[in-house]
């Protein structure tokens, strides 16, 4: 790397590896030493759009990223990502239970239901290639504002329903979803299994593909990533979104670089070398944008950073500060 180069590291869910516990060093130096900006309007995946130039439409448009990045050819029309959720009764609310993770032929039969029931309102679902979530197509304009998962998990789900002009509506639609799911074959299955059943869908990232502004000029940065909405992004902005190695510690581009990766290894795979190559200054500067609980944590950080000996680390948790809503 040259010292000249910026990195940018996106790390969405890094909850999880708050949650783990592990031992991580460098990332405690990091944390001390950096420089901390919190933004809890923007989702990482907002952070992750203004970086490469997308506009926000109602939502920021998700959906149609990644059936782009899935090369999947669109119609016309609104597209919202849905999530298979369980709802868990608190004192007086619900909240967004574990996620929920459907096997293949659950996709298949609750899709097929799902399009059955809801044809005649012009509704139809299809399963990600992953089978992480459904895309829901609504063949007629909407106006409605959404909540990604994160921003609603561990909150009242009341507070975070879709909004907007044509907002009940969709309320309306998600309790039709909820009767459906009520003692689906599907469900029976999986509490017999010891599962958590399906409720309820969460509809969020919505937009129209016709609508994504154009490209504004030619990103300036090399771009690696492995998941279908940063290939959308790498698609829509027509840059290579070259894939990271399982371990990949030797990512040495020739330029600024843009990086999403997942909550496994950071210790090993980004903190430590980065610390280690700021240290010996062939980083001009790096930011690792961390998403936690709907809310994106920036940590910026420079070479001379790495001379502030006086700042002592504190525990890792104490730098992520959630604010609830």
């Known amino acids: 790397m040259s010292d000249d180069l910026n990195l940018d590291v996106y790390l969405p869910q890094f909850a999880q590896f708050l949650l783990s516990g592990d031992d991580a060093p460098a990332f405690a130096k990091l944390c001390a030493i950096g420089t901390w900006e919190v933004d809890a309007k923007h989702p990482i995946e907002a952070s992750l759009c203004q970086q490469f130039g997308v506009k926000k439409q109602a939502d920021w448009p998700l959906a149609p990223l990644a059936l782009m990045g899935e090369g999947v050819e669109q119609k016309t029309g609104h597209w919202f990502l849905a999530h298979p959720v369980h709802f868990v009764l608190q004192r007086d609310f619900f909240t967004l239970g574990d996620a929920v993770r459907l096997s293949t032929d659950e996709v298949k039969s609750l899709v097929v239901d799902l399009n059955q029931h809801f044809a005649q309102e012009g509704l139809s679902f299809l399963p990600s290639k992953s089978g992480d979530f459904l895309y829901c197509h609504v063949n007629n304009d909407v106006d409605v504002t959404t ?32 009767m459906l799911l009520h003692d689906h074959p599907m469900n029976q299955v999986r509490e017999q299994k010891g599962l958590l059943p399906v409720n309820s869908l969460w509809l969020s990232g919505g937009g129209r593909v016709e609508s994504i502004n154009q490209p504004a000029q030619k990103l300036g940065f090399q771009f690696f990533a492995n998941d279908i909405f940063s290939s959308g992004l790498a698609k829509w902005a027509d840059i290579p979104c070259q894939k990271l190695a399982a371990g990949d510690v030797s990512l040495k581009p020739a330029g600024d670089a843009v990086v999403v990766t997942d909550h496994r290894g950071l210790e090993r795979d980004w903190f430590a070398p980065i610390l280690q190559r700021l240290k010996k200054k062939e980083l001009k500067a790096a930011r690792c944008h961390f998403d936690v609980h709907g809310m994106t944590f920036t940590l910026h950080l420079k070479p001379r950073d790495t001379w502030k000996l006086w700042r002592k680390a504190s525990p890792i948790t104490a730098y992520f500060h959630v604010v609830d809503a």
Do not use: C, I, T, Y
């Open 147 to 178: 909540f990604l998962l994160s921003e609603a998990m561990g909150r009242d789900v009341g507070k975070h329903m879709p909004q907007g002009k044509h907002g009940m509506k969709f309320q309306a639609l998600l309790n039709e979803v909820q």
